[in-house]
């Protein structure tokens, strides 16, 4: 009786084993937008699948493609890149600016982590630490444009910008312990904050140098 138990409770076990579905790799593009300058190229790679991918680009003299998946941009425009795989079908959109464009993007960017310390001079009061904390809030929000920028030229740009925000975040959990402070002047470590904007002052010069390597790269 107990070898019948026994057996009956390895069957059991094994059909539930194998009854319980396996989540099969997600298929995809790496990137689904993309914004790039004119003879840039990037390879685009499908994930999750090692079938046969057919390339083709909706627009061959704006942005054309290998059968390999890698992209060439050869003109400013917009092109759709697709991956097709059986009847699946994954579209890439690709946008190919200026330089001068792009620049003139990068540096509004730059120029909004500037204008935080004129905006930001007064922290003496509640009202006052509220106000920095909503520019704040703007400022560290994900960045469409510069999360899709592709082009080693950029890279350091996107680098100090990735420095300032997380000094800014780091910023934003110094500005609500000031909050506390007015309940519990005890609470806040006025050092601390300081600390925090040396920080946040170095990142600054890490994006200015950036920005000003990209504007005399050429």
Known sequence: MKRFFKTLILVATLTLFFAIPVN?????????????????QIQLKVTGTHKKVKWSSNKQKTVKVNKKGKITALKNGKAVITAKIGKKKYKCNVTVMSKKKIEKKLTKISDNFDNFYSETTDTNSYSSIEDSLIILDRLTKPNKFLNSLQGKKYRAFKTGYRDAVEQLNNIKICFVKMLKYYDNPESFDEFYFYDLYDDYYACLFKLWDAKMAMLYAY
């Open 24 to 40: 099969a790799s997600t298929v995809g593009l790496n990137k689904d937008f993309i914004i790039t300058y004119s003879k840039q």
